[in-house]
């Protein structure tokens, strides 16, 4: 079976843009990942595109052709939609695809439009990630879901809202340098623990922001990629998808993510490659206990530990296994449809020594990007590799 | 939402819903003894399409909590609230906790059903209030 080699990348600034429609932003994504790939538009095969929103934030639904169109691509396109993992779906499948052979260039992606909406309005919408009957009727917000998980963590494992703001700060710090990042501030433990609460124990600061944005990344098969020269070192060599049921209530942990763990371990087995051999991963921190939660499936920590990690420095840039060095979602930005895509163009960026933290994993060969919908009832797991 | 939106009832929840308010509250079992809520038609469990409504128990323990302040617009009068997940044996139920502050709500509190509403739209919300 052939490597699937990332051959471009492209980011918009991930921000407070209301005025933008998403076909502008991923438009100005799909021309910084072409430029960065050095493929031709007419070689493109297929646009796999992630957006979760579109209809709330934009009166928009039927992306894919009006994303195909904003990228200039002539090539079939589909929109997938797994809430927050709808990118991560979406290069799952380009990877398939690619690797069976029936496509040599797939362009993926994904954009979304938020802050038009107003906290209210993007609260609201968010919400639907979670079974309506049964959770959101009962008045259950997104970070109400992830707060009742926190608090679940508290009581089988321990730790406390403290452990969790070091994980804010350690985002917040890894944002510094990223142009791209919504946030490039630096926060104290002091400013987590004293923040606003939104749904306790998570405060502001434990919440990623609001977010609009576009990420693009082209694809190429490994026969494409040597066929025509390109400088494509960075392949992803693993993919894999869990699934959990719907509403929380119905989970079997309330303190973990099996859907995450399924997804690892097919990721892992699929590359050939095994959690130890992990050098830094980007993970889907919406609130700063999903980071726990995602770095103990991962198999990065045992369960219980994830929650020391950051507090301990074992995640921080200079740490054993740096999480999040792009900032994650809570100090980058988290457009729902673009993240899954974002994180693969920060790993990609990050082992090609690209991007501004790169310094911090200069020997790196494997990097894992991780993407979460909902409340972990899907979620998406890639491995990244330098090729040989 | 248009008016006819708002009076289309939601089949098996609503349904539910009004049992509830009754005291009539039950779960669906399959015949592998698994317990899940309505509306439904498969177990999502076994794949067992046998399913037969039995008794909810009468009260159930609150595994993990949270107090929400930034709500959906559906709860703008109601925050801050505490919203809870239940454990009634069989299934576990996601609701809102009334006739205790919100500062009140611990984990191991035993609570049963209450119908209540949401002081923002008037629409019906499951509730849990202390036994
Ligand atoms: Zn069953």
Not at chain 1, 45 to 58: I, K, P, Q, T, V
Not at chain 1, 178 to 185: D, H
Not at chain 2, 17 to 45: F, I, K, Q, T, W
Request: with cysteine; proline share 5%; net charge negative.
């Amino acid at each position: 079976m052939s490597d699937v080699r990332v051959a471009g990348v492209g980011l918009t600034p991930f921000g407070n843009a209301p005025e933008r429609t998403s076909r502008d932003l991923f438009g100005e994504a799909s021309i910084a990942a072409f430029e960065d790939s050095g493929v031709p538009r007419d070689d493109v095969d297929a646009l796999l595109y992630g957006n979760f929103m579109g209809e709330l934030s934009e009166h928009q639904g039927h992306h894919g052709p009006l994303m195909a169109e904003a990228a200039g691509v002539r090539a079939p396109a589909t929109r997938y939609e797994s809430a927050c993992a709808s990118s991560g779906t979406a290069v799952r499948d380009a990877v398939m695809r690619l690797r069976n052979g029936e496509d040599d260039v797939i362009l993926v992606g994904g954009a979304e439009r938020m802050t038009n909406l107003g906290t209210a309005g993007a609260t609201e919408a968010l919400a639907i990630a979670a079974d309506d009957l049964w959770e959101v009727r009962a008045g259950m917000t997104f970070p109400g879901a992830y707060a009742l998980m926190a608090q679940a963590y508290f009581d089988e494992y321990g730790g406390e809202h403290e452990d969790l703001a070091h994980i804010a700060v350690k985002n917040h710090e890894n944002a510094l340098n990223n142009e791209k990042a919504q946030y490039q501030s630096a926060i104290e433990v002091s400013d987590v623990l004293e923040a606003p609460q939104v749904s306790s124990p998570l405060g502001l600061y434990d919440s990623c922001p609001i977010s609009d944005g576009a990420a693009a990344v082209v694809l190429t098969s490994e026969e494409y990629a040597e066929e025509h020269g390109l400088e494509a070192p960075v392949s992803i060599s693993g993919t894999g998808q869990g699934g959990d049921r719907m509403a929380l209530h119905d989970r079997e942990y309330l303190a973990r993510s099996p859907a995450a763990r399924e997804a690892g371990e097919e990721a892992y087995a699929d590359a050939g490659v095994e959690s130890a051999d992990v050098d830094f991963a980007e993970v889907h921190d919406c609130f700063t206990i999903a980071e726990v939660l995602a770095i103990e499936s991962l198999d990065l920590f045992p369960i219980g530990e994830g929650i020391s990690a950051a507090r301990d420095g074992r995640t921080t840039a200079d740490g054993e296994t740096p999480i999040n060095l792009s900032g994650g979602l809570k100090a980058k930005g988290h457009p729902v449809g673009a993240t899954g895509a974002s994180q693969i163009a920060e790993v990609t960026k990050l082992l090609s020594g690209n991007h501004p933290n790169s310094e911090f994993v200069e020997d790196a060969t494997t990097g894992v990007a991780h993407n979460a919908g909902g409340t972990v009832a899907s979620a998406t797991v890639h491995v990244l590799e330098v090729s040989e | 939402m248009s008016e006819t939106d708002s009076e289309t009832r939601d089949a098996g929840f609503d349904e539910w819903l009004d049992a509830a308010e009754e005291d009539r509250a039950y779960y669906l079992a399959c015949p592998n003894d698994h317990g899940s809520l309505p509306p439904r038609r498969v177990c999502p469990d076994c794949g067992a399409t046998e399913l037969e409504e039995l008794e909810l128990p009468e009260s159930g323990e609150i595994q993990t909590f949270t107090v929400t302040h930034v709500p959906t617009p559906a709860f703008e009068e109601d925050a801050p609230y505490a919203t809870a997940i239940a454990n009634f044996g069989p299934v576990r139920i996601t609701g809102q906790v009334v006739g205790i502050g919100p500062a009140d709500v611990e984990t191991g509190l035993e609570v049963e059903l209450e119908v209540t509403v949401s002081e923002t739209t008037g629409e019906r919300v499951l509730g849990f209030s202390p036994v």
